[in-house]
């Protein structure tokens, strides 16, 4: 079992359980070292990091290992294996209050170190993988359709090259990325848990159609934000993917650091 945690600074590793495996990304772009795996070995697209975000990890990990159990994380956001605290369940009722409960669905903000406690473990991914497929997060609540939040965010066009090329190569996935694109919510942050078969299946469909939507458009003259395309419509496909092969998923919310007092 591998929960890969994806580093792109210097930050310290939030977790002692063995279960997680801290990767820097970009690593290719970057001279900094921080001491442990690297996404530019073997097979990889760290080179591509500015456009692919958290992805050129996943590739790497894709092409590089071999765990029975393959999981992504990030260096602040991690799964919740426990139940929150009190506090942390008022805040999450005085967000409501703030307008923000929908943006924050699903989400456990910490600024301290002891909500490490509350990290998702490897007993638990095991066992949650003896009666389940995957292990995703609880989605955001959109004030918007997913197609319509796209076009609102981001350069829809982009997303539009994106259905002729599943039309194109993968046909039998139109009516889930029809379903998708109507849906007021998104699992977003690229985080999962998923056994080895259904990993590789998910890579091997994703970068297909992202490597051709990569070949299909210019990005040069976007602006830093819109050109980490890839990774913005990898969370929607996700989405898609999991609809098509109707995985059994446990749900679990996000546990995200920030503001961290280390």
């Not at 009666?131 to 918007?144: C, G, S």
């Not at 350069?155 to 090259?161: C, F, H, M, S, V």
């Not at 990569?214 to 990898?234: A, C, H, M, P, V």
Request: hydrophobic content about 35%; overall charge positive; aromatic content about 14%.
């Amino acid at each position: 079992m591998s929960i890969y945690v994806v580093f792109h600074k210097e930050h310290p590793l939030l977790t002692d359980d063995s279960a997680y495996e801290p990767i820097q990304v970009g690593k290719a772009l970057s001279k900094l070292d921080l001491g442990f795996k690297t996404d530019d070995t073997g097979e990889h697209i760290s080179e591509k990091n500015q456009n692919y975000s958290e992805l050129t990890g996943l590739y790497w990990v894709w092409k590089n290992t071999t765990s029975e159990y393959v999981g992504l994380s990030h260096y602040r956001r991690f799964f919740m294996g426990h139940k929150a605290s009190l506090l942390m369940r008022l805040k999450k009722i005085g967000e409501y209050f703030i307008l923000q409960g929908r943006k924050r669905f699903g989400v456990h903000y910490s600024s301290t170190l002891q909500a490490k406690e509350l990290i998702l473990t490897g007993v638990q991914v095991d066992n949650y993988l003896r009666q389940y497929d995957a292990i995703v997060p609880i989605k955001r609540k959109l004030r918007y359709t997913v197609l319509e939040q796209y076009k609102r965010k981001h350069r829809i066009e982009d997303l539009n090259t994106t259905l002729n090329i599943i039309s194109d190569l993968y046909p039998d996935y139109l009516d889930a990325f029809n379903e998708c694109m109507q849906q007021s919510e998104i699992m977003h942050c690229n985080m999962f848990v998923l056994k080895r078969s259904h990993f590789n299946a998910y890579m091997e469909w994703l970068f297909t159609i992202l490597f051709e939507l990569e070949r299909r458009t210019d990005i040069s003259n976007y602006d830093n934000y819109q050109k980490r395309l890839y990774g913005f419509i990898s969370e929607r496909l996700f989405d898609v993917w999991l609809i098509k092969n109707q995985l059994k998923c446990k749900v679990l919310p996000i546990l995200y650091f920030k503001n961290l007092k280390i």
